[in-house]
């Protein structure tokens, strides 16, 4: 752990997306402190540019409200929606991959005839979907992206069990008694780990974007402010005020682009054959 631990910080790409992503956490988690009240209300004039006035760091957007606040509390938003779609859809990906992969047979064919139909549909479009069934909210958002996530962990998890229940010691956990379900779940998952987590980052930046996508078009949580609702917010006055789209775009860049970077180093840092050069 402590060598993995070194090579992710000897590589530069791994300290920058962990500084990235260090500080969309502290806006996230210094939201409810720098600003406790509601980020929606209005607070000052309209469309005030940024730092122009000490009260309002990054200036006020067509209806008066703090951009800086929305921006602190839309941190929160595509945090825990990218958190809880990758824990979504890892929990799913690992539940289906190892069960096909360690029995084989009819119950493979049917996992995996099941992850490819889930798979030929485009996630976002998925989500698209679900949310016009389950309605507009927060866990509805998570449901919907966590669901059409899950197959790409499924079949990584379905590779490398499928390689280590080929190995000897499974026969002797059998010998010994044990059921398929803890041979599998107990013994080989905790083996077949280190992929999945690589892919779970991807999940996260991916998520970030579906999210911030489905607050742009108007089918977020309503009642949450979104990076991705205030870029259509601004949208209506881009040639005056560009910068009310701009900066929660940028916000986007910076989220999506730590995971990304975070999750290429972790992938070398987990295996140093496939480290940069």
Known sequence: MRRVLRRFLADRAGRLGLAGLLLVLGMALAAGWLFPGDPLAIAGPAQVPPFQDPAHWLGTDRLGRDVLAQLCHGARVSLLVGAAAAVLAVGIGLLVGTTAGFLGGWADEALMRLTEAVQTVPSFVLALA???????????????????????????????????????????????????????????????????????????????????????????????????????????VLRSAWWLSAIPGLAIVVAVLSVSLLGEALTAALDPRRRRR
């Open 130 to 236: 679900l949310i016009l069934v389950l309605g507009p909210s927060l866990g509805s958002i998570v449901v919907a992206i966590g669901l059409g996530a899950w197959p790409s962990p499924a079949r990584v998890v379905r590779a490398e069990v499928m390689a280590l229940a080929r190995r000897d010691f499974v026969d002797a956990y059998r010998c010994m008694g044990m059921g398929w379900a803890r041979i599998a779940f107990a013994k080989l998952l905790p083996n077949a780990l280190a992929p999945v987590l690589v892919l779970a980052t991807v999940i996260t930046a991916s998520a970030i974007l579906i999210e911030s996508a489905l607050s742009f078009l108007g089918l977020g949580d309503p009642n949450r402010v979104s990076w991705g609702s205030m870029i259509a917010e601004g949208r209506a």
